[in-house]
């Protein structure tokens, strides 16, 4: 016996931050992104007696676009309800959540692979504050109280440590065309809880959490380190107890930490503060006639460019490239738009370049350097040059020609020019015997002249041209 | 009441108010006074009125403020040691109203702590004594507000009734109490007990200032989203209602209920027939589940709205505490009540799972048919006749070792709030020993000046 007579099972739960501007149910900034600790919190969010929550009607549209980007039923009639649990990062005692009746009903997420997963329902509710432990106190920062979430609640659908991550590797995507939220993982904007079960046979075995993953990474290990270790149990005839484990990115391994015994009893109630969230059929439909295309739309329409798959979702993740190279396929067709996708993907996406503000550089301007090379204006070296030029805040008023040319880089087409040139270099000592040598057909030899003509055009020669012309005055 | 003018001086009503605070000290109406303030804001408006500028409807008018409402001036207590020491940086909406229209809170109205209660005993402070007989209770929860109207001391209060807290003293004490329709005030800034039937109102000493008070407290507000458009329209409904039929709740008229004040609702209903109106009984036999549907919601609301009070951002933190576990567990022993703990209790069983659908989930099923019960009824009746507690003020004491005979105060004032419905105290007669007995005028929602003009009619026939 071995894992490979074992089917996992899995399924994940995602909470998505929501980038609104103001907080799930109070109106004070919800970007507390290097703020000063308990400076966004409102005394609502404080939950200082006779406060009432009132719901931020732009959550309820980032949540409604969020549906419809997983292809999800919204329900028309939302409501509230109240989860209790005494904790310091909860200042009411209670989280508002939706319970019974959420926002977002079942739907579907294809995936890269062509696999599916379906989604039981996805939720609003508002997120908890942070609490800093130290040796015996403890800090809490409720800046986070209140920010809005939608929990995103797949079927176990997910039957491999790959398929989890490519799943929350798509639902970020998702999430990030449908602008919904900032998608920082760092930030904890996206944070997965993973149920992972095992069984050789149909039923399902049972399952543990392993809760507050960041990462997608750390989804891949967790559900490969589960499925080890269910596995290693059930083989020795021990039984997988249904409990919730933490992740140690550390030491590779989950450790458990509560079990189905000491689970919280939430004590669910309707919120009778915030009326039940009504939404006209019409409204709906607007929001779904303005969605930006989605990550499939573009990667059906990219089908023209033969790109491999890892080159066209790395530039899948981010949909301002995905948009421009779309812009750019529009524009100059699948003869321009691959050189535009090869530059995203090995010179925007190279580490050294990802903090670059990708929006520098217009769809024209990327179709524009594409054609310079296609007209053999420019090498594709000194396209590179001009690309990453093109994302400098100081040239967003050039075209890439205007900064080609003050780089010295438009390539010599000019025959005339090129010709006394290849004069020059054909006359001087050093490189008589390769001139000889290609006048006796040994065309290897044309490679070096070339070089020196280019080096003495300091690389502005075009050298099929250059190529063309030592045949020619050879022959 | 009267309004500060040219000819009488708001310091004059507001000192002659803190005169009959001091008079009537030992009734323990207020938890704190706001004198030196109160001076200062009449004065203020005495100069306005000096230099002809415009002053509010109610300029100079002195109001006691049930201590559960936030306002920045003193501290908001809510009656309760938890929230003793809460300077409150808030202002309800309620009260900014009432400010800006010049009314003066001269100190904080004495209440069961959290509104748990029927007697103000439950008060953290001490009790309310009954504004008619001292060794009675002032009624409750907003027995302080009602003493200090009974009493003279204030022309109106301010209360909040969730499930007859308005109401009952009012009746215990002879005043007008107005429970409007669920969502006619905002709650925003008074400390929440039972969110889905709290309703913020007002008692006075005649109907005629319970509607100027109400019309001005009466509103939608952004800061509470359960809030109605405002309603209140002094001019449509000030034409005498008429022919209008009402039926007297035959089910309060019975077993458990005062002989003196079941005869006090009769004698009401006579004069009703008098005054011109069609009055029968009617039987609702679903009356009789409506305190058992409010002992189930209330403490699951109040639970809930309860758990903010957890020792760590403001409010009590008990000194013996020593980790988290004991912040909460020994700052809420200490900063709550005996009667709001087995609120708190009876909430969170009533929630926890394996016992929400047999408690909480059937009560709210109960509560839709009661409402329905009600709706028949108003196909058939304008409003509703019932007294607003069993019998009048009871002794001290009395009922405080027998939790269940203190919820049955509350038969017949539930049930209206259970449905959001507007529900007007009244006073109607006095028993042989002299206390006060009210009856309670019950309609649609939004109603809430039909009933108020239906009792002014009855008054002016006797």
Known sequence: ?475 | MIIADKNTKAVDLVRAALDKAKEFEDYHCFISMNEARALDKAREIDEKIARGEKVGRLAGVPYALKDNYLSPEGVTTAAARMLDNFPSPITATAVAKLEAEGAIMIGRANLDAYAHGSSTENSYFGPTLNAHNKSRVAGGSSGGSAAAVALGIVPFALGSDTGGSIRQPASYNGVWGMKPTYGTVSRYGVVAMASSTDVMGCLANNADDVDLVMSIIAGKDPKDSTTLDNFWNRELEDAKPKKKKIGIIKDFLGDGVNPEVIKTVRDYAEKMKKAGFEVEEVEMPIMKYGLAIYYIVQPAEVASNLSRYDGIRYGHRSNEAKDLDSIYSMSRDEGFMPENKRRIMIGNFVLSSGFYDAYYLKAQKARTLLINAYNEAFEKYDALLCAVAPAPAFKFGEKTDDPLQMYMEDVMSVPPSMAGLPALAAPAGTSKEGLPIGIQLIGPRKSDQMLINIAKSVEEVA
């Open chain 1, 1 to 475: 016996m071995s894992k490979s007579d074992y089917k996992i099972t899995v399924g994940i739960e995602c909470h998505v931050q929501l980038n609104t501007k103001t907080k799930l149910f109070s109106a004070v900034d919800n970007d507390a992104v290097d703020k000063e600790p308990n400076s966004c919190v409102s005394p609502i969010d404080y939950a200082l007696p006779g406060m009432l929550p009132v719901l931020n009607k732009a959550a309820v549209e980032k949540a409604v676009r969020a549906g419809l980007a997983m292809n999800c039923k919204i329900n028309l009639v939302s409501r509230f309800d109240r989860k209790h649990y005494y904790y310091p990062d909860l200042p009411k005692g209670y989280q508002i959540s939706q319970m019974y009746q959420p926002i977002i009903g079942s739907g579907e997420i294809h995936l890269p692979d062509g696999s599916y997963v379906k989604i039981e329902h996805a939720h609003m509710e508002e997120d908890a504050g942070k609490l800093t432990h130290f040796s015996n106190y403890s800090l809490v920062d409720l800046n986070r109280a209140g920010t809005p979430l939608i929990e995103i609640v797949s079927m176990p659908d997910i039957h491999s440590a790959a398929q989890a991550r490519a799943y929350c590797e798509e639902l970020h995507r998702l999430m990030l065309y449908a602008e919904v939220t900032n998608g920082d993982l760092y930030q904890g904007n996206m944070r997965f809880d993973v149920n992972i079960s095992c069984s050789k046979t149909d039923k399902l075995g049972t399952r543990a959490e392993v809760k507050n993953l960041n990462s997608f990474r750390s989804v891949e290990r967790a559900v490969e380190y589960e499925f080890d270790r269910q596995v290693k149990l059930l083989e020795k005839g021990e039984k997988v107890i249904q409990e919730t484990r933490g992740w140690n990115d550390a030491t590779g391994k989950t450790t458990a930490q509560r079990s189905k015994e000491e689970a919280q009893d939430y004590r669910y109630m309707p919120e009778p503060d915030v009326p039940p969230v009504v939404l006209e059929q019409s409204y709906i439909d607007k929001i779904e006639a303005n969605m930006p295309m989605m990550p499939d739309e573009y990667r059906s329409k990219f089908g023209v460019l033969n790109l491999d798959n890892s080159e066209r979702e790395a530039i899948l993740n981010y949909p301002i490239l995905a948009g421009r190279l779309n812009e750019v396929l529009d524009k100059g067709g699948a003869q321009l738009a691959p050189r535009v996708a090869h530059w995203f993907s090995s010179i925007l996406l190279a580490e050294e370049n990802l903090d670059k503000d990708f929006s520098l550089a217009t769809a024209s301007e990327l179709t524009e350097l594409s054609e310079m090379v296609e007209k053999n204006e420019l090498s594709s070296t000194g396209a590179k040059a001009v690309l990453a030029e093109m994302y400098d805040k100081k040239n967003t008023q050039k075209t890439p020609h205007q900064l080609a040319k003050e780089m010295n880089l438009l390539q010599e087409n000019d025959e005339d020019a090129l010709g006394a040139i290849i004069d020059e270099v054909l006359t001087a000592p050093e490189c008589a015997k390769a001139a000889d040598d290609v006048r006796n057909g040994e065309m290897k030899a044309i490679g070096f002249l070339v070089g020196q003509v280019m080096k003495k055009s300091k690389g502005k020669a075009n050298p099929a041209t250059v190529n063309e012309l030592i045949k020619k005055k050879l022959s």
